[in-house]
């Protein structure tokens, strides 16, 4: 590539990045399960000059001098998320969820040692699994078994795997979850075996912080890992949380000085934003999204779309999964769903093989977007009419597009958030009025 060609594609990319609100926020449906939206205030505050500074170690206890303002939001973001969380101690300088993944699996294991998690059909993410961070430590992983019909953890089985294998660590939360793990009760299983308790909350961290989900730190596990930027409408960024102050020690000295040095400190004040919209509008918000993707789920069931979950009432989460061998795959229906603008993601499902994850034979839908765009049950409706009519009436993905950009004429913009205006009285009122 010469010179010229390189200015010519950069300048492509500075073009798409500037319509970016058009290209995905706007002008599609979106409905991956991982994403969501930051409000305006905080996505304001990321282009500062925090993006051009260095600050290791702690609050008030840096190797750099000039480090003041950025002590102060960091500690704000410790001091909000202990709150929102229940949480005595806080880490936020994990840059992703995988890494804090990562300072979980170097603070509380050694090389050899074994590791219980999700296979990533039935939900564990890659950071969880041989192939991923928890390889990377050396953890010999064993996998948590998994009944596909309640789509949860199967409790009997998982005691004799633990009987067995006698692990050092397991690890529960999933990329795919639609109903709360029995913490307290693999907790019971693990405890004579010494095994710690690691819950990954990745995917569910916003509807732990509004209340609607299982509180995992106070139903037993000892460390909490998660990104801050799914069903958390936070930057992209990590997050570790426990009570036990000499755990946490340890995970902390895996974070600095072991895995980050500089830990991005632009995300900071809009991490501090999002803490403190979540413990004003939290639980508004993560009660809409559950409802949403309940209704969702019934209303794809309804319309004779195979949704998992059937029996146990689909979903607890924001997530809403279905299953498409005869719609030609998780793969075919998430294309064709992007022909209409609607936009999921293809997903291994637990009965399926490792290797389908081209086409694997499940749909995920998340429903946290939408809702901090302000849709409610209704919209849910209609959208699950909208998947009918292109996946199974089979009508021209065009005709289905134009009413996708109907709907979100009227969903332009973020709720749940602080209005900048009155920044001030909110922060007074998270902290005086709760
Ligand atoms: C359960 C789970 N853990 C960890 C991660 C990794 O998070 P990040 O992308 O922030 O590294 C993901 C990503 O989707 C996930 O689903």
């Given at each position: 590539?010469?010179?010229?060609?390189?200015?010519?594609?950069?300048?492509?990319?500075?073009?798409?990045?500037?319509?970016?609100?058009?290209?995905?926020?706007r002008?599609?449906?979106?409905?991956?399960?991982s994403?969501?939206?930051?409000?305006?205030?905080?996505?304001?505050?990321?282009?500062?000059?925090?993006?051009h500074?260095y600050?290791?170690?702690?609050?008030?206890?840096?190797?750099?001098?000039?480090?003041?303002?950025?002590?102060?939001i960091?500690?704000?973001?410790?001091?909000?998320?202990?709150?929102?969380?229940?949480?005595?101690?806080?880490?936020?300088?994990?840059?992703?969820?995988?890494?804090?993944?990562?300072?979980?699996f170097?603070?509380?294991?050694?090389?050899?040692?074994?590791?219980?998690?999700?296979?990533?059909?039935?939900?564990?993410?890659?950071?969880?699994?041989?192939?991923?961070?928890?390889?990377?430590?050396?953890?010999?992983?064993?996998?948590?078994?998994?009944?596909?019909?309640?789509?949860?953890?199967?409790?009997?089985?998982?005691?004799?795997?633990?009987?067995?294998?006698?692990p050092?660590?397991?690890?529960?939360?999933?990329s795919?979850i639609?109903?709360?793990?029995?913490?307290?009760?693999?907790?019971?299983?693990?405890?004579?075996?010494?095994?710690l308790?690691?819950?990954?909350?990745?995917?569910v961290?916003?509807?732990?912080?509004?209340?609607?989900?299982?509180?995992?730190?106070?139903e037993?596990?000892?460390?909490?890992?998660?990104?801050?930027h799914?069903?958390?409408?936070?930057?992209?960024?990590?997050?570790?949380?426990?009570?036990?102050?000499?755990?946490?020690?340890?995970?902390?000295?895996?974070?600095?000085?072991?895995?980050?040095?500089?830990?991005?400190?632009?995300?900071l004040?809009?991490?501090?934003?999002?803490?403190l919209?979540?413990?004003?509008?939290?639980k508004?918000?993560?009660?809409?999204?559950?409802?949403?993707?309940?209704?969702?789920?019934?209303?794809?069931?309804?319309?004779?779309?195979?949704?998992?979950?059937?029996?146990?009432?689909?979903?607890?989460?924001?997530?809403?999964?279905?299953?498409?061998?005869?719609?030609?795959g998780?793969?075919?229906?998430?294309?064709?769903?992007?022909?209409?603008?609607?936009?999921?993601?293809?997903?291994?499902l637990?009965?399926?093989?490792?290797?389908?994850?081209?086409?694997?034979?499940?749909?995920?839908?998340?429903?946290?977007?939408?809702?901090?765009?302000?849709?409610?049950?209704?919209?849910?409706?209609?959208?699950?009419?909208?998947?009918?009519?292109?996946?199974?009436k089979?009508?021209?993905?065009?005709?289905?597009?134009?009413?996708?950009?109907?709907?979100?004429?009227?969903f332009?913009?973020?709720?749940?958030?602080i209005?900048?205006?009155d920044?001030?009285?909110?922060?007074?009122?998270?902290?005086?009025?709760?």
């Open positions: 590539m010469d010179l010229e060609e390189a200015l010519s594609e950069l300048k492509v990319i500075v073009e798409t990045v500037q319509k970016q609100e058009e290209w995905r926020g002008s599609t449906l979106n409905l991956i399960a994403e969501n939206k930051m409000s305006p205030l905080a996505r304001a505050l990321l282009p500062s000059d925090f993006n500074r600050a290791e170690g702690e609050p008030y206890d840096r190797e750099y001098q000039g480090g003041g303002l950025i002590d102060l960091e500690d704000l973001c410790i001091k909000l998320a202990s709150r929102v969380f229940n949480a005595n101690f806080v880490d936020v300088r994990p840059i992703s969820g995988a890494l804090a993944n990562l300072a979980v170097f603070a509380l294991t050694k090389p050899g040692d074994v590791l219980l998690s999700l296979s990533i059909p039935a939900g564990g993410h890659i950071s969880c699994g041989e192939v991923g961070a928890a390889g990377c430590r050396g953890l010999k992983v064993y996998s948590i078994p998994f009944n596909h019909e309640d789509m949860n953890i199967d409790l009997e089985a998982l005691a004799s795997v633990v009987e067995k294998a006698k050092n660590l397991i690890t529960l939360g999933a795919l639609l109903f709360p793990h029995p913490v307290k009760e693999i907790r019971k299983i693990a405890e004579p075996y010494g095994t308790i690691h819950y990954d909350a990745a995917h961290l916003g509807l732990v912080a509004g209340g609607v989900f299982q509180d995992p730190l106070k037993g596990a000892d460390v909490v890992s998660s990104s801050t799914k069903t958390f409408p936070g930057p992209q960024g990590g997050m570790l949380l426990a009570n036990d102050e000499t755990l946490f020690r340890k995970v902390k000295k895996a974070v600095f000085p072991g895995l980050v040095s500089n830990h991005h400190l632009a995300r004040p809009s991490l501090a934003v999002t803490l919209e979540m413990l004003l509008y939290g508004e918000y993560a009660t809409q999204i559950v409802r949403n993707a309940k209704t969702l789920a019934k209303a794809l069931h309804d319309y004779g779309i195979n949704v998992l979950g059937a029996h146990r009432g689909f979903t607890e989460s924001h997530q809403v999964v279905f299953e498409a061998s005869k719609l030609g998780g793969g075919e229906a998430a294309r064709r769903l992007e022909e209409a603008d609607i936009i999921v993601n293809r997903n291994l637990p009965w399926d093989a490792v290797g389908k994850v081209h086409n694997p034979s499940g749909v995920r839908i998340g429903t946290q977007e939408v809702t901090r765009m302000g849709m409610k049950e209704r919209e849910m409706e209609t959208i699950a009419e909208l998947m009918w009519r292109l996946l199974i089979r009508e021209e993905p065009e005709r289905i597009k134009e009413e996708v950009h109907k709907l979100l004429a009227d332009n913009t973020v709720r749940y958030c209005d900048g205006q920044f001030v009285k909110g922060v007074l009122k998270a902290f005086f009025e709760r």
